[in-house]
């Protein structure tokens, strides 16, 4: 099945999964994570949740997806920090660990933002790259179509080199 970068509004979407660049206390928040509440409900979203709790950086949990998609997957990625914390680790590990919970539930399609890009302040660049090697080199690219989703066109234009 395909893999796919995209310019879209990752809540707009028809996938089975979408994943939020979440916060570890699963919060609420701004960017990505703001519009995937918002699109899912909010209130259910935050009930479902505060019940689990945290997610660590480089993890990933599952819930419901409500009004948005079968099931969102959360994942924390690295706060940039100059590249020498171990953030293209933890990055990748967002990247294994969400596909991993969209293949164990099932899912046929995955649409996945270029996590920590944001607020987070990994350099657009070096973020794709992660985002492209860890998906590409993944056991998941024959089970399910990837949507690497990018809401903006400097982001898509890293992408395209």
Same mark, same amino acid.
């Given at each position: 099945?395909?893999? !796919?970068? $995209?310019?879209?509004?990752?809540?707009?979407?028809?996938?089975?999964? $979408?994943?939020? *660049?979440?916060?570890?206390?699963?919060?609420? &928040?701004?960017?990505?994570?703001?519009?995937?509440?918002?699109?899912?409900?909010?209130?259910?979203?935050?009930?479902?949740?505060?019940?689990?709790?945290?997610?660590?950086?480089?993890?990933?949990?599952?819930?419901?997806?409500?009004?948005?998609?079968?099931?969102?997957?959360?994942?924390?990625?690295?706060?940039?920090?100059?590249?020498?914390?171990?953030?293209?680790?933890?990055? %990748?590990?967002?990247?294994?660990?969400?596909?991993?919970?969209?293949?164990?539930? &099932?899912?046929?399609?995955?649409?996945?933002?270029?996590?920590?890009?944001?607020?987070?302040?990994?350099?657009?660049?070096? *973020?794709?790259?992660? *985002?492209?090697?860890?998906? %590409? *080199?993944?056991?998941?690219?024959?089970?399910?179509?990837?949507?690497? %989703?990018?809401?903006?066109?400097?982001?898509?234009? !890293?992408?395209?080199?």
């Amino acid at each position: 099945m395909p893999f !796919q970068i $995209v310019r879209n509004d990752i809540t707009k979407m028809n996938t089975d999964v $979408v994943v939020n *660049a979440a916060n570890s206390a699963l919060r609420m &928040g701004a960017g990505v994570c703001g519009a995937v509440f918002n699109a899912a409900s909010v209130d259910a979203l935050t009930e479902e949740c505060q019940k689990t709790g945290h997610c660590d950086v480089g993890s990933a949990v599952i819930t419901g997806g409500y009004n948005l998609c079968r099931y969102i997957i959360h994942t924390v990625g690295p706060v940039w920090k100059g590249g020498f914390s171990g953030e293209k680790e933890k990055l %990748v590990a967002c990247y294994k660990n969400v596909l991993e919970c969209a293949y164990e539930v &099932g899912a046929e399609s995955i649409a996945i933002p270029l996590i920590s890009s944001g607020v987070y302040g990994y350099p657009k660049d070096k *973020a794709m790259k992660v *985002a492209v090697e860890t998906i %590409v *080199a993944s056991d998941y690219l024959t089970e399910m179509d990837i949507y690497l %989703v990018l809401f903006d066109k400097s982001a898509v234009a !890293q992408g395209n080199k």
